[in-house]
Each structure stands twice: as C-alpha cells, then as structure tokens.
C-alpha cells in the first residue's frame, strides 16, 4: 500500500475537474483520495483509508483513531510547519486545493447532489479536535479553507439571487406600455416571470444549503478553535472569520460573530492581537459596514486604546492606524480621553510609532486636513499655516505641562508631524522663499549662542533638514552645514595655536622663576602685576573661547559625520601600492579630521600635566570632556561602514540565492576594488583609536607622579612604544585643593565611561575575525588597564560611606547648620551618583564581553553596598545577566565569593606575620587592631554577599533546568573549601545556598562531600579546643546530613561521629593561595591567573559564549528598576503582591545520643541556618510570579516535606532576623569607627 501511494503521489497529477466527475458517477467511493491527501499532509508516511471499502460505510471514530495512532506513532514533522526547501509554497497549494476542489463541486452541481462536502466537514471537524498536533494544525486549515471556499460560493450565489431578484421586479413592476394599444400597461410575460421566479427559488434553496453547511463549519471548529493552545491556528482562525465577514456581511457582520474578534484583542500572543487588529482595520476602512459596527465600537473602544500601549510595537502601531479609521468614520465621542495615543508622539524609540501617533493627533484639530479634503494641487492659505503651527505649540504645551512629558520630547514630536503632508510639504512649498533666510537664522544662531542644550537642539533641527526629500531645501541645508563645520574647525585650530603658545609662555616663565633673583624695585614688580593680569585675562578669553567651540563641534559630531563634509578627507586616500598593507597606517595620508584628534591630544596633555601647577584659567574640565566626546564620536563614525558592511557581507553569504553571485564577487575583486576602500577604512579606525588611548591614559594619570630618577626623555619614549611606566610604580599625589581634586575627579571619571563604552566596541568582537577585518583586534595597553582598574577601585572606596545623619537640635537649628546639613547630604549623593555611574559603565563592559567574568564579579560585590542607587544597578545587572545566562551568572557569583575570600585571607596572613614580630609597639599594635577589624568586616561583608546571591536565585528549590549547574556550582565551592585548611571558613559562604537544593541533589553533594573530606589527613575529634575551621566543616557536614539523609540521622542516633573514617593519610595537592585579587578589570591579569592556576577556576559549565547580552537592554533596564512592576501582554502594571514563601527545614530528630553537648549545639545551629526562611527578601529580589498556580509548582518540588517545614521555620523566623540585624549593626559600626 505504501509502495501504491507513493507511485500515486509521483506520477501526473489528476485535474480536480476528472476527480470531481468520477465522484459524480460513483457515489460508493466518494472522498477516500482527498481524505489520504490529507493524511499525507499531515505526515502520515502509510495509507489510513482503504480503497476497497466505500467511505460511507466506515465508521467515522474507527477511521479518526486510526490517523491518530498512526500520525502519533511518526513523531515527525508536519509539511505545513516545516520550513525545510520545497515547502514554502505546499501551505498556499493546500488552500488553493480545497477552494478549486468546492468550486469543482459547484460548477458540477456535486455540491447540491451529494453529501460529499458535508462528509468533508464532519470528517475534518472531528480531526481538528485532535490532541496530535499535526492532525489539528492540518485539518484545522483545511476547515478554514473549505468555509472560505464555501463563504465565496455563497457570496456569489447571493449576487445571482439579487440579479434574478431585480429582473423579476423589472418584469412584474415594468412601466412600459403597449405598442398597439396606447395608453394600456402592458402584461408581463408569464413565462418569462415563472422563469425567474424558479431561479430565485433555486437560488434560496442554494444559498441556504452552502449556509447550512457553512455554519457546519463555525460551530464544529470556529467556536472551538478560536481557543486552541497554538497561537498559529488561533490567527488563522481570526482571519478565516474575518474573511467570512468581509465577503457575506449580511450574514456575519453581526455582533455574535463580531464578538470572537473582540474577545481576541486580549489575547497572550503578539500575532494574534495583530492579526485581529488588521482585520478589524479592513472592516472599519468600508464605509458600508460604520452603521452595523457602531454597537461593537461602543463596547471594545476601550480596549483599542488600551493597546496603545501594548509591549509589543507591531500591535501598537496597527492598533493607531485602527484608531484612525475608527475616528474617519466619527465613532469616537468627544467625552473619550485620548491621551492614550495622543501621547505616542513623543515616543522616542519607534519612528513609524510616533509617526502614526501624529497622523491621529491631526485628525483632531481643525487645522489640519485641509489640502488633503480638496483637489491634490490645493494649497493651504499663509493663515492656515499660521494656525497649524499655533496647533502643534498648543499641544506640546498641554503635554508638558499637564502630562509629565518632558521639554525634550519636543524634538521627537517635531520628527512625528514633519512626514506629513500637512506639516511639511504644503509648509515648505508656501515659504520656499524663506528657506534660506531661515538657514541662515539657524546658522547665526549656532555660531553665536554657547548653551549646550540650545546647541544641541540646534544642530539636531540640522540633521532633519539634510534628511528633508526636497532637493532644494536639502541643497540649501547642505551648503550651511559645510559653511558651519568649515568655520567651527578654523576656529578650534586657531584657538589651539593660542593655547599652546600661552601655556609654554606659562611654562616658561614658571620655570624661569626659581632661578631669578629677586627685585626690588616697585616699578618693576608693578610691571609684572600687570603683565600676569594681562596674561590671566588673555587665558581666560582663549580658554572660553576654545571651550565653547569644542561644545559646538561636539554636539555636531553627535548627529553627522564631520568627515563628509570636509573636503580635504577626500584626498587622503592612498594609492593602490599604499592599501596592501593593512595593519600600519605610516603610509596613511592623514585628513584634517586625524591631525584635529592629534592636536586634542595634545591639549589633553597640556591639561593633564603638573595639574597643581596648572593655572587656573586652563582648569575646565569640560574642555577635557568635550575633546574625549570628538575623539570618541569620531571613532564611532569611523566603525560605522565597517560593522555596516561585515553585516551586508555576512547576509549576502547567508542567502543561498546570493551565494555564488557573492563568493564570484569576492574572489574577483583581490586586494582591489571594494577590498581596498574596507582596508583605508580599518587603517583610519585604528589610527583614530591609537589617538583615542592616548588622550585615556593622559587623563587617567593626571592624578600620578613620575617615580624619582625617570627623565622626561624616558617617559616620552615609554610612551611613543605603548608601554607606559606601570602605574603602580608611580607615585600617587594628594590635592590640598579641593577645586584642583574635583577637576581631577571629573575628568578621570569622564574617561572611565569612555573607556568602557569603547571596550564594548572592540574588545572580542574581531578576536576570531577573517583577514582584513582582524586588524581591528583591540589589544588593551597594561598601562591603560591598571589605570582603569585603580581610578574604579579609589572611587568605590571613595563612594563607601555611610549616609550623613544629624541629631535635632533642641533649640532648632541656624541657617548656617541647614546650610552644611544640606551640602553634606549633597556631595554624599554626587557620590552614590557617581558610583552608580561607574557601576553601569562596568557592568555594559561585562555584558558586552561575556567570556570574561572578574568584571561582572567586580559589579556584583557590591550587592552589600550602602547606596541605594548602587544596589539597585547592581540589582538590575544580576537579573538582566540570570534571564539571559542563568549558568554563567552562578560562574559570576562563584567568582566574586572567591575575590573576597582571598583578600581575606592575604589579611590574615598579614595579621599573622604582624602578630609573630618579637618587637611588638604602639604603632605594630594599631596596625594589627585595623587588620584584625577589617577581617572582621570582610567576613561578615562575605555572609550577607553569600546570602544575597542566594536571595536572587528565587524562593524555595531551584529549577529543575538549574538543577545539574547548581549542583556544580556547589561541588566547585566544596572542591575550593576543601584544597587546604585555610579554605575551610568558605564553606560559610556555600551553606546559604543549601536551601535551594531537593532531597536528591542534597544526597549528591552529601557523597561528593564526604569523598573529598576523606581525602584530608588529621581529621581531629570533636571536642570543646576544636580548631574553628575544623569547626565549620563539621558544621557543613551537619547541615547537609540532617537536612534529607535519613541514614545519617540513625547514625547520629546511634552515636556514631560525622566524621567520614581516615582511609588515606595525605593532603589534596594545591598551590599556595593565590595573592588579593581585587575587583579586576583587566582580562590580561586574568588570562594569567587562569594560566598559571586551572584548577583555580570555577567549573560549572564548559561554554558561556553563547550567553552574550546587549548593554542597551541592561541600561533599559536600569531605567525602570524603581517602582518595579509586572507588565503583562496588554502592558496594564499590577503590583507585585507576591507571596513570600519560607523555606525550613524541620528538627526531625533530636539527637539526644551524641555524646558531646557542644557537637549537638553546633548541629543544632547547623540546622538552623540551613533553615534559612528567606524572609529577608525583598519583591526585587524574587522571580515573576503568575499566581497560585506557581507556588503550588514550587511546593511540588519542594516534596511532601514543605508543607509541615513551614511553621518551624516561622518560627526561627525571628531569631534568625534579630541576628541578621546584630551582624548589621555590627558592620556599621566598625566601618564608621575606621573611617573615623
């Protein structure tokens, strides 16, 4: 049979015409073929209808479970949701079968004569019904398709019925009168009048018989279908229904049909509420159907606003335009609220959002409207344009000022209205001869004001006028813009040639004057006053001048690429002999845009050197910063065509109908042609980016000194090789001004974010790229790492203060005191500000560049800090790094438990060494009281970090996807605690985990435990001097025994120790512990501490590469972290009313037999911490949750023992939050006496 069918489905095709009459003929065999047509569309590899019986004698739920069991037994995919090659055109073919196949059985009168659609109908109704996937998908479309077929066919005989009904009308009602008999109506012709009236009735009789099995159709699988698990039959489903309406409103244009499409506009899936809203869009756009909609208007109005702001964009934009059409047929009252969408128009993010929005909002003014309502040559009048602008200004002051929009969302609204005709061409056709002189306004205006903000407002009014489609206008555009760089550039480079010239006269004279006498004639010492006061103002006049221009040609910068419209970068292209070699620029011709980042880095010298010494006229920090942002921005433009043309490259090759005609492209061009201008391209990006290093390390050392004994000529040298003196051999200096270390500060921290946001950009992006593209490898200078790494690490420290808090005064407090109350709490939140600041810039860095892990360890360290601001970044970094990696994030934590303990432990080997001196003193005693406090400090730092971590890992057990990392992230943590004694206090830090592991995984780690204690050597007995590390091990052990193992548990009652038996005596081989290692930045250091130490590494998983996230989603992220709430498919926030679950373990034995009362108190705490109810946990901290339905899963995993577990552990509830608390309190304390 299966032989049979397949040399059926290759030989030639029958006309469905031939099928058709056969059937006619042969009414006993009608359908098995089309029914096995079927089957094979769903996947069926063997025949499900046998050929010797006739279809109207099987038994319809024999023949169904048949397909089922045989369709359930492939276990293969289906033809209509393969994507596989040749399949793209079998769903479009599957529909044209069933439309041609009815249209067949019409044209044959089969339709009317038979039962063969009906038995079709049952048939697939039954099917669709189907738990097999394939089956329902399958079938599903082809009910659909059939009811379409069956929709057309009945619109089709309802416009004969009306045919025939009007030529009966026209023959009994006709006017004529007769020939012979003037003024005698004449008599219709009966004949002609039984005709028609035949036809009619024959029409009805059809028309209600194709009706009849029509609506066979949407009771057996529109009604049921509409709420299937698939969103794909779902939408199908919405667009059959929608095509009925279309085609046959008289029958479906009514609201119990009209209903499902409403009821869809809530539904979970983004493709569905699409589909629906386009169809509800056609229905709206007829004019015909605005009477029978306005009662389904009335009732789902709301909801159509509502999904303006649906989380998807697709969905919102068709719902405006659905808005639209609803408005053009006046069905939105005047009491509605239409904020709403209204407010879309400042949406910044969606341009086709925001310009859709905007065509709405002109809908409601009167103002608008007026050329499109006449002829297309109409003109709008000088004061209809007048009250147009007065409209939009209006507008925009209504939102601002009564909608929380923002001053700069004016920008956006401008971007909104200027595609549309109304607001753009009509406007610049009737002032055309005001163009120019308005260009020249913004010209004037650009050259003449210095605010940052107009500046930027300004040259953004620019940019949209070179992005205008009338060539004049952008002609005109483009003429000032080159006019308006042309004159900022001779500026700035005149202003230099001053700069330079005064501060090596400044130089000079500074150096001159140690060597000089003194004089002591007055007229002289007068003449010097002046000469200063002259020279002082002179570098004030150049220093505000260069500041201002530098701000002009930054904000230019930020919207167009300087490059192209300055002539002279034209010429700087080599020759063919010049772009062989790809990775120098020495035979570079450099363009004013390179020789302008030279001489920025020049002046960033000037400013960074001897900054104490510096006069104060040249102490602006925002020079500094503006001449980074050019540098930067430069380099961004510079990348721009080579990422541009990688992607076009990378997609061309992915297409299989462009792979040939590319490949033949590539091998014919060499090293010529395209290849050449990408290889310039990469030459200039490295050569901006060389200048870019230099101007960061200029800035990042302006706070060091050069070591005794290294000459000037020395330093350059280092330099000029990119191998700066090491930072940590310079000398650090300390700024008695505050103004000089704030200059510093500012500057310093400026260069951080730009060092950051450049390290997305290069770093490991082109490290595996092919040839020329590998050149732009990013190898990051040692000397710019450490400096990074020390500003981040001083200004943590910095930041780690505690919030100021003042004591109320009895007699109330003086102006003066508010006055300092107020600038204390101030610079105490610049700070937090800042830390924040530096923390976002980090934790971009380690998004970008997943394969290294100290930088997001360094982020996550400071869950425990106490800014607010700052863990709420850090809170915001670990969820976006947890969705996206869930496995690497456990890396991270890994990581940054392990950072802190080792500079624990470098702490106490000091503390050691400090304690062993025989000459012990006053300051060796203060020395050893501050390291013995920061221990102290650190380690309880190094609980409440473990007890955080654990806190974002969710409430109660891990997931099962989890369940195998987790349980390696633990055996790493076991494998680190147990190399050698002075780990053994790490396993603190792992016993906060413990409560997320089941029974089973607890089990595992108990075995793994015991295997690598029972290599140890010296195991000690329990007793009352037992060494505290010792003392832990036995504690973890306690806590992973008592807590599922129930063989444990008899042991201990029997008496027997925890203790594993000694069965080798030896020591695990490991290194000495590694030296501190502080939050690190750099992947150099931590290539060669991976190196020189594998066994160092946390092993949890073998590859996080493909775990990479965007800094762009983190940063949208950070900035909804506050007032956090949930946000479901319709975007309606709730509030995230979660329950809190606590998770205890239950005393189930009281384990009176041991022997040793202090071994049973530390079981007993044991216990107890295992029992942690995690009650500490914030709303932040846990997982989105749905519902009851989620905590019950929760309780499922957890076993049968959750349940009775819970009340214990209310009970330890408050003891253990007294002690967390204490420990708190504690740690406060002691930072502050430190600090002190």
Known sequence: MSARRGTRLRKKPTPIYQVVDTRSSADEAEGPDEQQADSDACGSKDPCVPETEPLAQLDMGDLVEYVVEDLGKANESYPIASRGKGMKKFLRNFEEFWEVFVRECYESEILFTSEIISNFVDWLTTLSSSEVRAIRHTTSIAAFALGNALVDTAASI????????????????????????????????????????????????RLQQVLKLVNLVFTGVVVHRYRDVMPEIRMVNMQCLGHWI???????????????????????????????VRILRRLYENEAFTEKLELFTSRFLPRYLGMCNDVDNAVVQECIHLLIAVDKRSLISSDIELQPVEKLVFDADNEDIRKAAAEFVCLQYDAFGVAVSKTKSAKLKKEQLNTQAIALVEFAEEYIQNH??????????????????????????????????????????????SDEELLTNLALSITHLLQTEHASLKREAEVIVHELIQETLDKIDDLLEDDARLFETLATGAADTPNGKPNGKNKKKTKARKRKSVKTQEITDVEYGLRISLCRLKCLIRYLNIREYIPLESSSVPQASDAEDSTTVSNLTLGRMDKLGAALCDLLRRRTRSVAQLDEGFRQVDTLKHSLMIVYSDLLWLTNPIFKNAEDKRTSLSDPANSGGVSGDVDSTGEGGLDSAVRLQIQKVCLSRATLEEALVSVLEMHLVKAHGTTDGESKESQESNDSQPAADMEELVFEDDNVSAYVKEAQRFAFVTFCDARCLFVEKFHEATPPYDALEWALPKVLILLTQMHFENEMDDAEVEEPEFEDEAGGETPAVAKEKAEAKRLWEEKQQRKAELLVALGRVSLCNPNKKHQAAAVLQYFTSNGKTSVEVVKAFGKQVKTEAPVRYLEIQMTALRQLFNAILVWKEDLEAAEATDKPNEEASAEQEELKEKVEINELELKELARRFSQSLGVGKITSSLRAPFLRFLGEGVRFSLEKPTHFEFLEAMRAYLSHLDKSSTAQLRERFTQRLEALSDIPDDGEDLDPRWRVVFDFQAAITTATNTNARKRVSNGEVLSPSLKRNRRSASSEPTPTQAASIAEEGEEARNSNNVEDRPRISGNDAGDEAKGKRFNDQLLNNEGETHIDHGNRPESPNHKRIAVAEKDVDSQESITHRKRLRQQQKAEDDAAFDEEGKTEEDSPPRRGDEEVAEVDTAVGGTEESDHSDGQRQHKNDKAEEEDINSRSTRRKRQRRE
């Open 158 to 205: 309802s416009e004969q019925l009306a045919v025939a009904t009007r030529q009966l009308n026209a023959e009994t009602n006709s006017p004529a009168k007769s020939k012979t008999s003037p003024g005698v109506r004449k008599s219709p012709n009966a004949r002609k009048v039984a005709l028609l009236k035949d036809n009619m009735l024959l029409y009805e009789s």
């Open 246 to 276: 279309t085609n046959l409103p008289d029958q479906f244009l009514k609201d119990n049909f009209l209903k499902y499409l409403g009821w869809l506009l809530n539904d979970k899936s983004s493709m569905v509420r699409v589909e629906v």
């Open 404 to 449: 929380g929009v923002p001053e700069t969302a004016v920008e956006t609204l401008v971007d909104a209205f200027w595609g549309l005709d109304d607001c753009r061409t009509e406007v610049i056709g009737h002032h055309s001869s005001h163009i120019k002189e308005m260009l020249e306004k913004l010209k004037h205006a650009y050259l003449v004001h």
